[in-house]
């Protein structure tokens, strides 16, 4: 007999409908749905960006608003439905999605708040957090889980590894303090350490430069390991990141209660709200 969930009839059918659009991306209808929306937020941030060009402005101003305004209002309703096709519409809210949805369209709203001789200011500091938008692609990124468990078991070894790199630094940045010396811009083992980073790095600003042959000979061993230092978190983030991809048996449908992913394969209920997949 098949077990049920008590939350289980709470969703009426045009909702389980509209469920499947807005939170799967399995059906043809859940693909353009993702696929419309994506193309709202690249034209949205687009928009925004040329925006703030003066003379862009000037002459489009009057378009670039009338868009800015299609778009806005185009995301509330894609937020309202969000809302309305779970059973949880708390959780969705306070999630980090819900968080950067609700960033992405409230400050258009917020200008009509900010009326008078300064208002044009607060407008276009408001503007600022539209940028958030960029975060809302993050609704596509289903490897999102996947990336974050390779880096999240990178990290002790990539510390280990930075610990490593430190100490190195150090100590190279007290021997080319001893070469070079004040006279030479290294005026103390701090100023020589950031040196030695940037060399490592292979940033080089060029602020300081060793100009005895050994302290040049020196500043080309460290820029030489500079460039196999570099290879090092890579290998360790793409090993990680294999192992995961291995283990990984996760499915990647929505719950239609909290609208959560991140279920195994083989699961019949949300393991974050019990409701039924």
């Given at each position: 007999?098949?077990?049920t969930?008590?939350?289980?009839?709470?969703?009426?059918?045009?909702?389980?409908?509209?469920?499947?659009?807005?939170?799967?991306?399995?059906?043809?209808?859940?693909?353009?749905?993702?696929?419309?929306?994506?193309?709202?937020?690249?034209?949205?941030?687009?928009?925004?960006?040329?925006?703030?060009?003066?003379?862009?402005h000037?002459?489009?101003?009057?378009?670039?608003?009338?868009?800015?305004?299609?778009?806005?209002?185009?995301?509330?309703?894609?937020?309202?439905?969000?809302?309305?096709?779970?059973?949880?519409?708390?959780k969705?809210?306070?999630?980090?999605?819900?968080?950067?949805?609700?960033?992405?369209?409230?400050?258009?709203?917020?200008?009509?708040?900010?009326?008078?001789?300064?208002?044009?200011?607060?407008?276009?500091?408001?503007?600022?957090?539209?940028?958030?938008?960029?975060?809302?692609?993050?609704?596509?990124?289903?490897?999102?889980?996947?990336?974050?468990?390779?880096?999240?078991?990178?990290?002790?070894?990539?510390?280990?590894?930075?610990?490593?790199?430190?100490?190195?630094?150090?100590?190279?940045?007290?021997?080319?303090?001893?070469?070079?010396?004040?006279?030479?811009?290294?005026?103390?083992?701090?100023?020589?350490?950031?040196?030695?980073i940037?060399?490592?790095?292979?940033?080089?600003?060029?602020?300081?430069?060793?100009?005895?042959?050994?302290?040049?000979?020196?500043?080309?061993?460290?820029?030489?390991?500079?460039?196999?230092?570099?290879?090092?978190?890579?290998g360790?983030?793409?090993?990680?990141?294999?192992?995961?991809?291995?283990?990984?048996?996760?499915?990647?449908?929505?719950?239609?209660?909290?609208?959560r992913e991140?279920?195994?394969?083989?699961?019949?209920?949300?393991?974050?709200?019990?409701?039924?997949?």
């Open positions: 007999m098949r077990q969930s008590p939350h289980t009839d709470e969703l009426r059918p045009w909702q389980t409908r509209l469920h499947e659009i807005i939170y799967e991306s399995h059906t043809a209808a859940g693909k353009a749905f993702d696929i419309i929306l994506l193309i709202f937020i690249i034209v949205s941030i687009t928009v925004v960006m040329l925006d703030s060009v003066a003379a862009l000037i002459r489009y101003g009057r378009l670039f608003f009338v868009l800015e305004w299609f778009f806005t209002l185009s995301f509330t309703v894609e937020y309202v439905l969000r809302l309305i096709c779970i059973r949880q519409p708390w969705y809210i306070f999630s980090a999605l819900g968080v950067i949805d609700l960033l992405a369209i409230i400050p258009s709203y917020l200008s009509f708040v900010y009326v008078g001789s300064q208002s044009l200011l607060v407008f276009r500091a408001l503007r600022l957090l539209r940028v958030f938008r960029i975060f809302r692609l993050v609704h596509f990124l289903s490897e999102m889980q996947f990336l974050h468990v390779a880096i999240l078991n990178s990290i002790r070894k990539i510390s280990i590894f930075i610990l490593f790199v430190l100490s190195t630094v150090v100590i190279l940045g007290s021997i080319i303090y001893l070469v070079e010396g004040p006279a030479n811009g290294f005026t103390s083992i701090p100023q020589s350490v950031y040196w030695a940037v060399t490592i790095t292979t940033v080089g600003y060029g602020d300081i430069a060793p100009a005895t042959p050994l302290g040049k000979l020196i500043a080309s061993f460290i820029m030489l390991l500079g460039y196999g230092i570099l290879a090092v978190p890579t360790i983030v793409t090993t990680e990141m294999a192992l995961a991809a291995k283990a990984r048996r996760q499915a990647n449908e929505a719950c239609p209660g909290c609208g991140g279920h195994d394969h083989d699961a019949r209920f949300c393991k974050y709200c019990g409701a039924l997949l």
